[in-house]
């Protein structure tokens, strides 16, 4: 079986007027003509609108933009009990900027931190909806650590509310639940780590749901031989800025699934369908026994709406030719 899936974020602010919501609102925020309420229900029509747009570009997995994100590891690392923000920090090799955690006590989550959110993108009806988590060794790398003293112990603090916040989500309706460990790719020697805490996150998910541990910025040559370990029905690869993560497609345990990322993210330069066709064409054999999800390798939110919104098409157009053209096994 063979999918078009954005990953996580989608740009909230678009190219037109109408499509400045967020920005006006927080102005008027800044200038105390509005409250936090008043922004919420922005914030809530703009992430029905990018429900609304990545399932107009028919795509089979879409996620709600993360519109209301902060930042990719702040946002859900500030909801916690234990942590506060400390300064800014560049997201990987990108013009985004997140603000750092900084852990001050125990990791608690007080509070459900997606769960409306996920409701609320699912009344907008899209074909299936993936929620997207900071995985918690990635957390626990970033972080300025104050409590725990070792990454293994503040990782597997944050897996342990992660976990509960991935069985409500669940419980909501989300049937895909996807963890970003991108800084797999920069330490290997956390994969046994890695692997402990996603399996806790991803055994909350549940029998029937969809896992996928995705990483991106890099490959995972150095692990190798130990891929089988990773949980997840499915592992996210980065075959765009990761060329050692091509030669490990053939090496994968029987039955894994993929969620390949095989258009590039932090480029405006818009990949056709046929061209990524004819670089994916020599694994048909392999690919065609999995169940595959296809689309960019990371969140969206580094370039402009236009050219994300052709980019999710151009994966979709993917799907259509390869649906067509192979044989699947899956």
Not at 24 to 41: K, M, N, P, S, T
Not at 86 to 101: A, Q, S, V
């Amino acid at each position: 079986m063979i999918r078009s899936a954005t990953h996580s974020s989608y740009p909230r602010i678009g190219d037109s007027p109408w499509d400045q919501e967020l920005r006006l609102i927080a102005r008027e925020r800044e200038a105390g003509r509005a409250d936090d309420e008043a922004v919420a229900i922005v914030e809530d029509e703009v992430a029905a609108m990018m429900v609304a747009e990545q399932s107009r570009a028919f795509l089979d997995v879409v996620t709600d933009g993360q519109v209301r994100w902060s930042g990719p590891f702040s946002h859900v690392a500030s909801r916690l009990g234990g942590v506060r923000l400390n300064g800014l920090m560049r997201w990987f090799e990108t013009g985004l900027y997140d603000r750092r955690p900084e852990i001050v006590g125990p990791i608690v989550r007080v509070a459900p931190v997606l769960v409306r959110d996920a409701i609320h993108a699912l009344d907008v009806r899209p074909k299936a909806l993936k929620v997207a988590l900071p995985g918690p060794v990635s957390l626990a790398r970033v972080a300025r650590d104050r409590a725990y003293g070792s990454v293994g112990a503040l990782a597997a603090a944050f897996s342990a509310a992660l976990a509960e916040e991935t069985r409500d989500l669940v419980a909501a309706g989300v049937t895909i639940v996807q963890l970003d460990e991108p800084m797999l790719c920069r330490h290997p020697e956390d994969c046994r780590l890695v692997a402990e805490t996603a399996s806790r996150v991803f055994d909350a998910a549940g029998p029937k749901a969809t896992t996928i541990l995705s990483t991106f910025f890099g490959d995972l040559a150095a692990i190798a031989g130990d891929l089988e370990s990773l949980p997840g029905t499915h592992l996210g690869l980065d075959m765009v800025h990761g060329p050692g993560n091509w030669p490990l497609l053939a090496s994968l345990p029987e039955g894994r699934g993929l969620h390949l990322g095989l258009f590039d993210a932090r480029t405006t330069r818009i990949e056709s369908a046929g061209e990524i066709a004819e670089r994916i064409a020599p694994y048909r054999e392999i690919l065609m026994a999995r169940d595959v999800m296809v689309g960019p390798q990371c969140g969206l939110e580094p370039i402009p709406r236009h050219a994300a919104f052709d980019k999710l098409l151009q994966s979709r157009y993917l799907r259509e030719k390869l649906q067509k053209d192979w044989r699947w096994r899956s």
